[in-house]
């Protein structure tokens, strides 16, 4: 019977996206011996660092998190936009446009008023 636990503990230990990434698009990759999920919505990403890291590893695994962004997605990161740590990262994605510039996606607007 604690064999069963075990197996149900492990495999709810998946990385799963937030709910605004469900129905996203998923990578695996592995970096610098590390393994990470990535979703990918179009207009935004998540980063999931799989497994334990050491006291002294996080400011490695963030930047390693920041480079498999435009590995996966084929976009970058706003800079602005970047927040979480290396455990999970979220930020909104630049992708190259279809003339094979950068477009960077505008911020929503807000209507105050409408008249």
């Known amino acids: 019977m604690r064999f069963l636990w075990t197996l149900l503990f492990l495999a709810a230990c998946g990385a799963q996206p937030s709910p605004k990434f469900f129905g996203a698009q998923k990578h695996e990759i592995l970096r610098s011996g590390r393994h990470y999920v990535v979703w990918d919505n179009g ?64 911020p929503p607007i807000i209507r105050l008023w409408s008249g």
């Not at 590893?57 to 706003?78: F, N, S, W, Y």
């Not at 290396?86 to 094979?100: F, Q, W, Y």
């Open 43 to 106: 207009r935004e990403v998540e980063v999931i660092r799989l497994g334990w890291a050491g006291p002294r590893q996080h400011d490695g695994i963030r930047a390693d998190m920041l480079a498999v962004i435009p590995e996966t997605t084929g976009c970058r990161a706003v800079d602005r936009t970047v927040e979480g740590d290396s455990g999970v990262m979220r930020a909104r994605l630049t992708c190259p446009d279809r003339r094979g510039g950068a477009s960077d996606p505008a």
